[in-house]
């Protein structure tokens, strides 16, 4: 550890401030990292605005997005900003209404894989032999498997399969669009998140805490989720901010491969209906989709970042 | 101070870190004068600017952010800090050598010894590769490094700690530096290696004849190995003086407390003497004196508080920061 | 070495079983019955019942010498893929067609990906926190937030359509450096600014270790301290990069061979999934983890040649 | 630290050797004297076997290797069959069920290593009796069986025969089918079970063509790949999924352009060339371009000799009356225009609950799309308003059929429509599901047409977006509620159309509606055995109106074809049978070169 790093983080971690709000207290202070996390609220806020008009009927200009506002293929103008598409309606509209199915992918993809990969993870690196190297087999071989192909399996085996649960007295559910995208994306990126944290575990799980909390006869799984836990915490987030975008990504190539969502704008389908207008010179949807995509990718990789200099300091990257 | 005899000298180094907290100011106003074949210790806790006035010496501050942002670096009526990036190349490790703290992770883990302390020859000394190899049997000799002839085949991970900082040090005098800087060279070791190293350091000094700038954070070693003493307290030099004048006659207050805290033979005392409070941060230093948070002399003292005493020669070669140190009244 | 080689290899072994595994349940259970397909229109039962049985679909599942399960392993482990049912084209066939046009499109983007992106990020991590390093990081930032889909459209658009500088499509004429130099800009382009932010972390890390500090407290050059002492440190993270990015090599890019009708196997991919040949897509997953798992044993048996400290005991 | 100007020299270098080694000579492939057509499909070609290929694609390749026993006419409208392979017209028996066909004499199979030493053969009558017993076998599993089904005598017996068999290397061949006789080398005598008229048609059908023992005896399954043929080129090379390379078949017997066409055609310059010697080009290079845009453009810059026009570059080709552009007056682009045998609808499935019994509800759904601007949007007009299920080119179309169908468009009589439609459902409709047969955007941008379509009627439609399988299996297994589909007659006989309401052929079947009419049926059972006649005609008329009572499907369009050749392709006369056609067209390298001139000078 060199001098200026030593000086570095006795300046910035004044004692008796825990690693979250001393971490939050950096972040505040990166301008940029304030703005992206704005942008990343606010797409997050217009996805929920969508689902409550949605719940309770309402109507909002900005939200219909499926109006003739205009003319077919009418250019950018101070009317429709992203001009309009081939049925005259806005593009502007359409490419908001896409953050609710980008967003919502993303959504329950983290979701799922945090589910399936976090107890995976800590199980593994906490009680290690056989558990440890069965999960460890089973992530190994999702991991050989080409990440693209293995999603395109997925969502392609899953599209338009019925889950029975009416053990749970919700009745059968298609999947269909939207759902089989994050079922699809979810179940194969919890590799990632459950390899990192059994490997947090086994780090951790000799540490004197650890160690302190199991003399006191602890259980095994008061251990693992009221010791271990907060202590790979910030990592999950971290980990999660910048998988987020993946997801998102992914989503777009989903449903430029058809096997998105489809009754509803996206911004891959976006992409998909550009891709035919393009060459016709008709470049506003596929900007306005673009754009979309950038802002949130951009603002969610930096966040991402400033958060993981921010709350682990190891892996600081001036 | 003449500049018979004199090696180094360096006049109001500053350096400071830009960083996103703000500026830290790690080395102020920093004045020493090292002497042809004699030691020098620079002492302080860590911290303090030790390593960084090294690092100024060698002009190895990392950039950004760390910028030597004034004073002067004489060495041989040249102004290091005003030499060429090509030229100061030509210095370093040539006539200027720096061991560091940590020998464990200060060599490079995928070359071999041997090929690392060759690489420093070939680059100052027209030899051939043999010649080369040849010289660095010997000084891993010279460094007390038994069977070398096997050693240098080694990587850096098959070896001991000890071992490793004597490598470093036969690196570092591999091609007769006038000046060896040595950073801390025995804080990470086992106290038996500790001395063990230390002697080596005054034997070649001996041998060769060189300069040594000994930075520690341990009164302890300095003791009977250094010529001159200079102490430092967050960021500037607040005593400079020669050994036996110093460990007789401590002015600053600071260097009184790091004495008291030495434990000494034969003197039974109930138990040791520790400087109370904390060393500042260089971004968060006290105004005033930096030291009088934790003076017992003038914590209440308003000038203490607010102006800051310059380095002031007291008695003859003895200066001090320190609006209460004797004489300065005279 | 070669004892830890062969417990590496009987390793292999559990994880190909689960990739075939995963196949087959993916694949043959959950993926259903493509029976009709085959069969084209107004087949009759018995038909159907004869395409079953040529494809062996009429088989138990699991549990038999004979079963749909222990046929699959004994073909994947053959390399005896059988026919595609959409033209009933040796599978093999197919693969080995679509490997050729598959890696002249990726190697090159891999190769120049590497290379441009390793030495940047040297130049980069020496700037460290300078304007230029700043802005190299944003734009970075940016180019991964950019979809891949609108840099292939715009690229094919703009750099094809408009100004002419490279053919649109592929065309049996050109030669393969024509055909392939604006997909492999494109790919390259986009894979930089990971790429890029990956290798300066990874530089980063490495300059402010201490050899770092004292091979220039030696004397050494910026560029000898860079290509000498970092580069041969920093080549662990590369290389486990480098090598576990060989076996995608092989199964080409899905969009831009779909977008620049490169006939490679990321277009024999799309083609299967729209014809729901599974046994296709089946093959060429297991073909891709068989590569992956080899090249896991090299990566680490590079590892041994890199660094000293790894051995293997 | 100082000196990164090192490092930044030394990454120029790099850059610069990167640049360098990034540029690459092209190399240009020498031509000679020869002439190429050049062409580009839309699909990969997925076998040349002539007895599997059951889609288009594959058949428009095929047909250049392989010929069958009839051919159209080229020149002649309407369409009429002319001998190809057969030495004149069909002998047929008193009865219509005896029909003895000639078999040309001197005609060669291309040569092959299937031969052995003798390269090539003769063809004879065997080997179509060879080929359509392989068709009938079950271990071949053929796409076409349906051609032959219950139609000759003894060949259903075969099939049968081939079950018992356990492996294909089982079946044998030589057993005797009763119905396909040959009474010598140059003579094939085919039994019928019962009466067939349309049988010319199809012996013009590809998949009846000749096939060589030898060939299918040698190259096994692979035969997909190494077709042998009689026809006018022969395959060269084959990068799947990429290009073909055919060449002229030097085995190809005298064969000569046709001197006698319509009126028209000597105006129109297609008989220059009569009675010349045929194939008049040396090679054809056909690519695979699956995506529109670029398969326009490599036509814009002369990679390609003739192409249909993208939805999405009609108004950059076609201009506002309907002739071409200026700018492709200039290229000296030819237009040609003609009506596909062909019509579209969006099918209900007759045996749903919901719709099947619920006449004013399919006749809501119906007058709801708005037909005009569904041609407009997604052919740009290159289509007429379907009003009943017979295209306007067959001679039996029904130019009254307007009068009769009161399900056009018409959103006042929809919406009203609707709410009869309620009344017999007994309550607020439920959300109805409409199977679109593609996932990709031109088929979703129809489906948001007419979702919209309905939406303004107060009909809640939502759209299913599947792969093709998964859309013939919902239509195999009567799963699907509503399906857009449509159907290219094979043949220019209005029967191709109506066995597709035929009761009998309901899923999985050719009748996807599952549509079910006593009176129907009786007709067609009628008029299956009936020749050409005005009272067939009649018929044909009689059955489409009552099919178009029953409102079975929304009818939306018949097709026009708008193809676009450059001026060095010569003979190039629209046929909606197209089929084996390459071997009329000429080409002029030296306007083609001219072209490319024009090109760079434009630039």
């Known amino acids: 550890m060199s001098e200026r790093d030593r000086i570095i983080r006795k300046g910035a971690a004044p004692k008796g401030r825990s690693l979250w709000s001393d971490g939050f207290r950096r972040l505040r202070r990166r301008k940029l990292a304030m703005i992206s996390f704005a942008i990343v609220i606010t797409y997050m806020v217009f996805t929920g605005f969508i689902y409550v008009t949605e719940l309770f009927d309402c109507q909002f200009e900005l939200t219909k997005w499926d109006a003739k506002v205009g003319d077919e293929y009418e250019p950018p103008s101070s009317e429709n900003i992203f001009g309009t598409d081939f049925l005259g309606r806005s593009v502007l509209r359409k490419a908001l209404y896409g953050v609710k199915v980008s967003i919502t992918v993303a959504f329950w993809a983290s979701v799922i894989s945090l589910v399936i990969g976090v107890p995976l993870g800590a199980a593994a690196g906490y009680f290690r032999g056989f558990v440890d190297e069965i999960i460890v087999w089973l992530y190994t071989t999702l991991s050989s498997i080409p990440y693209i192909l293995l999603i395109l399996a997925f969502a392609l085996v899953l599209k338009g399969k019925a889950i029975s649960l009416e053990w749970a007295g919700l009745g059968t559910y298609e999947l269909a669009g939207i759902t089989t995208v994050y079922l699809a994306i979810g179940l194969t990126s919890w590799v990632g998140i459950c390899r990192l944290i059994r490997g947090e575990v086994i780090k951790h799980k000799e540490r004197e805490y650890v160690l302190a909390a199991k003399s006191y006869g602890c259980s095994s799984r008061r251990i693992i989720f009221r010791h271990l836990m907060p202590n790979v915490f910030h990592l999950i987030i971290i980990s999660f901010s910048l998988r987020f975008v993946s997801f998102i990504q992914a989503e777009v190539i989903l449903s430029f491969l058809g096997l998105g969502e489809k009754n509803y704008p996206s911004w891959g389908a976006m992409i998909d209906t550009a891709r035919l207008d393009l060459p016709k010179g008709y470049w506003w949807e596929m900007t306005a989709a673009t754009v979309a995509i950038f802002l949130i990718s951009l603002a969610l990789n930096i966040f991402g970042d400033a958060l993981r200099d921010s709350l682990d300091p190891k892996l600081r990257v001036q | 101070m003449s500049n018979n005899g004199t090696l180094l000298t360096v006049k109001n180094l500053s350096t400071y870190f830009f960083t996103e907290e703000g500026i830290a100011r790690a080395v102020q106003d920093v004045s020493l004068c090292i002497k042809k074949g004699k030691t020098f210790a620079l002492v302080g806790e860590s911290g303090c600017g030790k390593s960084v006035t090294a690092l100024s010496i060698m002009r190895l501050v990392p950039s950004p952010p760390g910028e030597i942002v004034g004073g002067e670096i004489v060495f041989g009526n040249r102004n290091l800090l005003e030499l060429s990036e090509k030229r100061m190349r030509g210095i370093r490790g040539n006539k200027i050598a720096i061991i560091f703290q940590e020998p464990m992770t200060s060599l490079n883990p995928v070359y071999t010894v041997g090929n690392q302390i060759v690489e420093a020859i070939r680059l100052h000394q027209r030899k051939s590769t043999s010649a080369a190899w040849t010289d660095v049997v010997e000084m891993l000799r010279k460094v007390g490094i038994a069977d070398p002839q096997q050693r240098v085949s080694e990587y850096p991970h098959q070896m001991s700690g000890g071992m490793r900082q004597r490598v470093m040090i036969a690196m570092a005098i591999s091609c007769r530096p006038e000046l060896l800087i040595a950073d801390e060279p025995t804080t990470a070791l086992d106290v038996t290696i500790q001395a063990q190293i230390l002697d080596l350091l005054d034997e070649l000094q001996e041998r060769e004849g060189m300069s040594i700038l000994l930075i520690t954070h341990d009164l302890g070693i300095v003791a009977e190995r250094a010529d001159d003493i200079a102490v430092m307290y967050a960021s500037r030099i607040v005593e400079v003086a020669d050994a036996k004048q110093l460990f007789a006659e401590p002015l600053h207050p600071y260097t009184q407390g790091l004495l008291k805290s030495l434990p000494r033979l034969g003197i039974s005392a109930k138990r040791l003497q520790t400087i109370s409070g904390v060393v500042p941060e260089p971004l968060h230093f006290p105004t005033g004196c930096k030291f009088h948070p934790r003076c017992p002399i003038g914590h209440d003292d308003k000038r203490c508080q607010s102006v800051e005493p310059k380095l002031r020669e007291v008695q003859l070669g003895r200066c001090v920061a320190c609006w209460y140190a004797r004489g300065y009244e005279k | ?313 | 630290m100082n000196g990164r100007g090192g490092v930044v020299r030394f990454f120029l270098f790099l850059s610069l050797l990167l640049s360098i080694v990034g540029c690459d000579s092209s190399k240009s492939v020498a031509d000679g004297n020869e002439t190429v057509l050049r062409g580009a499909l839309a699909a990969k070609v997925r076998g040349l076997d002539p007895g599997d290929i059951g889609d288009t694609t594959s058949s428009s390749v095929a047909s250049q290797i392989f010929e069958c026993l009839y051919q159209y006419h080229y020149l002649k409208r309407p369409y009429e069959l002319i001998p190809q392979l057969a030495d004149g017209m069909p002998e047929v028996s008193e009865d219509s069920l005896a029909y003895t066909i000639r078999i040309k004499k001197g005609v060669y199979f291309a040569d092959d290593a299937c031969f052995g030493e003798r390269r090539s053969r003769e063809l004879k009558a065997d080997d179509f009796v060879f080929a359509w017993k392989r068709i009938a076998d079950i271990k071949y599993v053929s796409k076409n069986w349906w051609i032959f089904d219950s139609k000759i005598v003894g060949l259903d017996e075969f099939r049968e025969y081939t079950k018992s068999c356990k492996s294909a290397a089982d079946v044998d061949y030589s057993r005797e089918v009763e119905g396909l006789m040959t009474s010598d080398d140059y003579t094939l005598v085919i039994k019928l079970k019962k009466v067939w008229p349309q049988i010319t048609y199809l012996l013009a059908h590809l998949p009846s063509a000749p096939i060589a023992k030898e060939a299918a005896a040698y190259y096994g399954r692979d035969i997909i790949n190494h077709p042998v043929g009689t026809g006018p080129f022969k395959l060269k090379k084959w990068h799947r999924g990429s290009y073909l390379e055919l060449v002229r078949n030097p085995n190809f017997r005298e064969k000569f352009y046709p001197c006698e066409g319509d009126n028209a055609d000597t105006a129109d310059g297609y008989l220059a060339d009569a009675g010349k010697r045929l194939p008049m080009v040396d090679r054809i290079l056909t690519m695979v371009v699956q995506e529109d845009p670029p398969r326009w453009l490599l036509f814009m810059q002369g990679k390609i000799d003739s192409s249909g026009i993208p939805k999405d570059n009609f108004n950059e080709a076609i201009d506002q009356r309907g002739g071409l552009t200026t700018e492709m007056r200039r290229r000296n682009i030819h237009l040609r225009v003609f009506r596909d045998p062909s019509t579209y609808w969006l099918g209900f499935n007759m045996e749903d609950k919901i719709l099947g019994k619920n006449k004013p509800l399919r006749e809501a759904i119906s007058c709801a799309v708005d037909r005009e601007k569904y041609i407009e949007l997604f052919t740009n007009n290159r289509g007429e308003v379907a009003y009943g299920f017979i295209p306007p080119l067959m001679k039996a179309y029904d130019s009254h059929i307007k009068e009769t169908a009161k399900a056009g468009y018409d959103p006042e009589r929809a919406k009203h429509l609707v709410k009869r439609a309620e009344e017999i459902y007994g309550g607020k409709l439920p959300k109805l599901i409409l199977a679109m047969p593609g996932t990709d955007v031109v088929f979703r941008q129809r489906g948001e047409f007419l979702k919209r379509c309905f939406k303004v009627v107060g009909l809640d439609v939502e759209i299913d977006y599947m792969d093709w399988p998964t859309f013939q299996n919902k239509i195999k297994t009567k799963s699907a509620q509503m399906f857009s589909l449509g159907w290219i007659a094979d043949y220019p006989d209005t029967e191709n159309f109506l066995q597709l309401f035929y009761s009998k052929n309901a899923s999985p079947g050719p009748n996807n509606f599952n549509y079910c009419n006593r009176d129907f049926d009786r007709i067609y059972e009628q008029v299956a055995v009936m020749s050409d006649s005005a009272e067939r005609t009649e018929l044909y008329r009689k059955a489409e109106r009552i099919v178009v009572e029953d409102c079975p499907a929304v009818f939306l369009l018949h097709g026009v074809a708008y193809v676009l050749c450059h001026d060095w392709v010569y003979n190039y006369k629209p046929h909606a049978f197209g089929y084996g056609l390459s071997k009329y067209r000429r080409i002029d390298s030296a306007k083609r070169s001219a072209y490319e001139e024009l090109l760079r000078a434009g630039k």
Not at chain 3, 14 to 43: E, H, K, N, W, Y
Request: proline fraction near 4%; hydrophobic fraction near 50%.
């Open chain 3, 1 to 313: 070495m070669t004892t830890y080689i062969i417990r590496r290899l009987l390793y292999t072994i559990p994880i190909v079983f689960g990739v075939l595994l995963v196949t087959f349940v993916l694949f043959s259970l959950v993926g259903g019955d493509v029976t009709d397909q085959i069969a084209g229109r107004a087949a009759s039962i018995e038909t159907r019942e004869e395409i079953r049985k040529e494809y062996g679909w009429d088989k138990p599942l699991f549990l038999s010498w004979d079963s749909q399960f222990f046929n699959h392993l004994k073909n994947a482990v053959t390399f005896n893929f059988g026919r595609s049912w959409s033209d009933r084209e040796l599978i093999i066939d197919k693969i080995k067609r679509g490997a050729g046009p598959s890696l002249s499109l990726t190697i090159p983007m891999f190769l120049g990906t590497l290379i441009i992106s390793i030495s940047l990020s040297l130049v980069v991590a020496f700037l460290r926190g300078t304007i230029i390093d700043v802005l190299v990081v944003l734009l970075c930032v940016a180019g991964m937030s950019i979809p891949f889909l609108s840099f292939i459209l715009f690229g094919q658009y703009f750099l094809a359509f408009k100004w002419g500088l490279f053919p649109v499509f592929f065309s049996p004429d050109l030669s393969t450096a024509q055909y392939v130099a604006l997909p492999v800009l494109i790919g390259i382009v986009t894979g930089l600014g990971s790429n890029l932010r990956f290798y300066r972390t990874v530089m980063l890390d490495e300059m402010r270790s201490d050899y770092v500090r004292t091979a220039f407290a030696k004397g050494l050059g910026p560029a000898r301290v860079l290509f000498k002492h970092v580069l041969k440190n920093a080549m662990i993270p590369i290389i486990t990069q480098v090598v576990l990015a060989i076996p995608f090599l092989f199964l080409g890019s899905l969009l831009l061979e779909r977008f620049f009708g490169i006939p490679g196997l990321g277009y024999l991919m799309i083609e299967a999934i729209g014809a729901r040949d599974f046994q296709v897509i089946s093959a060429m997953t297991y073909i891709g983890a068989i590569l992956f798992v080899i090249f896991n044993l090299i990566t680490d048996i590079c590892y041994s040649i890199v660094d000293p400290r790894i051995t293997f005991e």
